[in-house]
């Protein structure tokens, strides 16, 4: 998996380094590695798009390091291999010694992974499960402003999978905490790694079932039940968040018609 280039490899050159991509005028750069003087550098091939390779070189360029937020518009499967490249290259770089002897690791040409040599450890990257669940109740959903959300935008109630939790009892636990309510009709829809830094977004539907809402002030600063046609500003087009607010709406619509 990791290969030294020779500089005539065609392709994606994802380079990556503490959480950002060098993305020179907005866009993953495409071409020869010796066109981005990547010859005699290390890379590891993470998948294809559009039939060509998706390299990742562990590198900072001293301008143009950006967020693969900037992405987020792009292809779903061009935003996942560039999710893929900075959750690898965050893995490779803090993961270069052995947490149980302290010794130097070595990375798998095999898989993607680190092993101590010395006490044959092995890690794999972190992802963290994170539960999203958007409610409705008649002809209104649950929307919420999250504290850790910038610009006031309203979404669905998310939160992650604590250690030894179904994800079905994950959803019912952050349903109470954030907003006192009881759901029901839990529907799985879809998931979507989210590489901010390592989740993976599984997402719900599900409806009201009782109590009355009462937000947690210390994840959120707001919500309230917006009904379908008067909503507030919702989370851009591309996230899970809003595909299911859009499902929702959809829902609503089609039952009140
Ligand atoms: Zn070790």
Known sequence: MEQQLQGNELGWWLLSHAGKLWLPKGEIPHG?????????????????????????VCQERDKEMASVRQLLNEDRGLFQLAGRAVQLAEFYRAHQFCGYCGQKMSISDREWACLCDHCRQRYYPQIAPCIIVAIRRDDKILLAQHSRHRGGIYTALAGF?????????????????????????LRYISSQPWPFPHSLMMAYLADYESGELKIDTSELLDADWFHYEKLPQ?????????RLIEDTIAQCRAESS
Request: cysteine-free; charged content about 25%; aromatic content about 6%.
């Open 32 to 56: 020869y590695a010796q066109d981005f003087g990547l010859k005699g550098t290390t890379a590891h091939r993470i998948g294809e798009w559009q039939s060509e390779a998706v390299w990742l």
């Open 161 to 185: 999978v604590e250690v030894g939790e179904t994800l079905e009892q994950a959803v019912a636990r952050e349903v109470m905490e954030e907003s006192n309510l009881k759901i029901k009709n």
């Open 234 to 242: 919702l989370p851009p087009p591309g996230t899970i968040a809003r």
